[in-house]
């Protein structure tokens, strides 16, 4: 008797999952998921970076605020705000928010535990006529 219940109850279960999954398959309001931001795409060619994304000084410049601070190292850019809400001494980051030619090196980004998910892009090239 148990047998057939189990039975019944495990097909009910598989029916129900394959009518489930053949009349949902496909529906584009099941694939609207707010994916997270991902960083940039990188390739790396004889131990240097490649970004996808160049980001002009006028735009490091912008984001000099505790709530949108955007720090440059070696030329390459991190968002640190996040960072920052998450640390409690964050003073000489402060200072740096928006700056294009920052204080900060790698060793600093290392000791404050900056890592790469932080990265976002690399600061485009000057003009030679600017």
Request: proline share 4%; aromatic share 10%; hydrophobic share 35%.
């Given at each position: 008797?148990?047998?057939?219940?189990?039975?019944?109850?495990?097909?009910?279960?598989?029916?129900?999952?394959?009518?489930?999954?053949?009349?949902?398959?496909?529906?584009?309001?099941?694939?609207?998921?707010?994916?997270?931001?991902?960083?940039?795409?990188?390739?790396?060619?004889?131990?240097?970076?490649?970004?996808?994304?160049?980001?002009?000084?006028?735009?490091?410049?912008?984001?000099?605020?505790?709530?949108?601070?955007?720090?440059?190292?070696?030329?390459?850019?991190y968002d640190v705000t996040e960072w920052l809400?998450?640390?409690?001494?964050?003073?000489?980051?402060?200072?740096?928010?928006?700056?294009?030619?920052?204080?900060?090196?790698?060793?600093?980004?290392?000791?404050?535990?900056?890592?790469?998910?932080?990265l976002i892009g690399e600061l485009s090239p000057q003009e030679e006529n600017e």
């Amino acid at each position: 008797m148990i047998t057939r219940v189990v039975f019944y109850l495990t097909t009910a279960v598989l029916v129900f999952g394959v009518f489930y999954f053949a009349t949902n398959y496909g529906r584009s309001d099941l694939a609207e998921v707010d994916l997270p931001e991902v960083n940039p795409v990188q390739t790396t060619t004889n131990e240097s970076v490649v970004f996808s994304q160049s980001i002009k000084a006028e735009q490091v410049i912008a984001h000099n605020q505790p709530t949108d601070c955007w720090v440059v190292d070696d030329n390459l850019i991190y968002d640190v705000t996040e960072w920052l809400a998450d640390n409690s001494q964050p003073k000489e980051v402060l200072s740096e928010c928006g700056r294009v030619e920052s204080k900060l090196n790698s060793t600093d980004m290392q000791e404050l535990e900056i890592t790469q998910d932080y990265l976002i892009g690399e600061l485009s090239p000057q003009e030679e006529n600017e």
